[in-house]
């Protein structure tokens, strides 16, 4: 084992403004799409890029605890489609009155208008029983492989490709229909597909379900509670 | 609740060559810095460019379950560094023989070196008992909260700040030594400095600890286990 690897070590500062600005726009204008998806298939390079980004992601003990299975089949997105279907009129039984009402009318999916669906897994045995930096929080892998999923996210945005992330099925459903072993945890489907226009705002605070906090309300000083003196820009 | 906000549909299409480049150099170059912090401290207004990213991230039913403690004191950042010396040698117990030794050769940590530390924290009260989309997966609400520390993560390379997550504390100490409430889960402890250089592959790779996995092991078509005919480029 090399201790210090210093032909490794490159300059690494700042972007240019434009660049820097690049991200920031990725990451501000990004959506949880429903509704917005284009029927075009999307290029296999494309597909390669934006899986190349995920895998580009951290990991615990550089477990790299994911996988991706690329669904573009009719037949099975129909498939995943019923089982979210059974899953949502469970969901909407938490609700009551007009708030259920109001969760029937939402577009909760794409799942079926998508041109490709992409599940994202994470497997726990990936690194062995013993991973570094998982001892003492046993959710570190599948939380590596929530970072992967916003790389594809934010890389998605940058290639006119909206996403959506759908969580409501029952994992075993899923398991079935894709061949996924019992161990290996589904963290989510994804539904992808080329945008060319987008909310300018979260869909559900356009839409009257949940509004955005403010920033300075979640932000704290030192310890719980304490204001922190920042220059949040409310424009942003 | 309209059902149709279609003035708020804006274009969004994909970005320019150089923009999209912008955001896969973020993404490829992110590491997790463990040693390179310089000590300079980061301006207010740099710092609140980074929470308003991660508090762009998408979260489940809209709930924002994030908060976020910024520590810049030194005493508090030397408890916090003791704290995670006694977990991490409880860490170093689960290997043994050469793989303790390269483990207790890697720096962990820059808790005591970055001149700041953000604490991320994730309230599965913060929307209410029933959240639209986390009913049929209760773990929805922190993958929310990794969505933020991953944008905010892409946004600090791209500003030329390196960050480092650290996983090797028992929650409880941290709560105590921050004030966070007992039903608030800690996520993740962030270091947070400015860097002039970054290694050009994950250190652990470098130092020999795991190395990356090829992608085409990673990436399905269809269902589990069959490859999926992808052009990955092997060079990024």
Chains 1, 2 share one sequence.
Not at 34 to 45: A, K, T, Y
Not at 64 to 88: G, M, T
Not at 129 to 138: A, D, E, I, M, Y
Request: include cysteine; hydrophobic fraction near 40%.
């Amino acid at each position: 084992m090399q201790d210090e690897p210093n032909e490794h070590l490159v300059r690494a500062g700042a972007f240019s403004v434009e660049e820097r600005e690049a991200v920031y726009r990725a990451i501000r204008t990004r959506r949880d799409v429903r509704d917005q998806f284009l029927p075009d298939p999307l290029p296999e390079d494309l597909i390669a890029r934006l899986l190349q980004a995920a895998h580009s992601a951290p990991s615990v003990g550089f477990m790299q605890p994911w996988n991706f299975l690329v669904v573009r089949d009719q037949a099975r997105r129909e498939a995943v489609w019923q089982a979210f279907c059974r899953a949502n009129d469970e969901a909407a039984e938490m609700f009551s009155g007009e708030r259920r009402d109001s969760y029937m009318r939402l577009k909760l999916e794409g799942i079926r208008k998508a041109p490709l669906g992409i599940c994202v897994t994470c497997d726990p045995t990936r690194g062995g029983p013993v991973v570094l930096g998982r001892t003492h929080n046993p959710r570190m892998d599948s939380y590596s492989t929530v970072c992967a999923v916003q790389n594809l996210w934010l890389a998605a945005r940058a290639e006119g490709v909206g996403v959506g992330w759908v969580s409501i099925f029952h994992q075993d459903d899923i398991r079935a229909l894709l061949g996924i072993p019992e161990h290996v945890e589904v963290i989510g489907w994804f539904c992808v597909g080329y945008v060319d226009r987008l909310y300018d705002q979260p869909e559900l605070a356009l839409k009257g379900w949940r509004q955005r906090l403010p920033i300075e309300d979640l932000v704290f000083g030192e310890v719980w509670g304490a204001p922190l003196s920042a220059a949040f820009d409310r424009e942003t």
